[in-house]
Nanobody, 126 residues
Framework: QLQLVESGGALVQPGGSLRLSCAAS????????IGWFRQAPGKEREGVSC????????NYADSVKGRFTISRDNAKNMVYLQMNNLNPEDTAVYYC???????????????????WGQGTQVTVSS
């Protein structure tokens, strides 16, 4: 059974850092693009970052560029989101998602992903 499990969410002060992890089970990530999305209370889910199946291309929302870094370790079947210089506007539930896109050169921050995790809460507050 295809499953994604996020971890690493926490309460952190403004300016702090967190690393979110996404563990895949029931399938191997090699040919899948992975995206991170987030949803804040009262707001729609938005794309944060994605990485292509090849690992060669990454996309970031303008609001996180220069602060967040996505990476993948196919050998461990893991994807990570390093988040630095966090601010209260980053508070949200963060979801990882996967879509079958073998040999795709790019990834897209659109909600066409077919497998989703349950989410992990990130709260940025002093």
């Amino acid at each position: 059974q295809l499953q994604l499990v996020e971890s690493g969410g926490a309460l952190v002060q403004p300016g702090g850092s967190l690393r979110l992890s996404c563990a895949a089970s029931g399938f191997t990530l090699d040919n899948w693009a992975i995206g991170w999305f987030r949803q804040a209370p009262g707001k729609e889910r938005e794309g944060v970052s994605c990485i292509s199946s090849s690992g060669d291309s990454m996309n970031y929302a303008d609001s996180v560029k220069g602060r967040f870094t996505i990476s993948r370790d196919n050998a461990k079947n893991m994807v990570y989101l390093q988040m630095n210089n966090l601010n209260p506007e980053d508070t949200a539930v963060y979801y990882c998602a996967a879509v079958w896109e073998p040999n795709f050169a790019i990834c897209a921050l659109t909600p066409h992903y077919t497998a989703w995790g349950q989410g992990t809460q990130v709260t940025v507050s002093s």
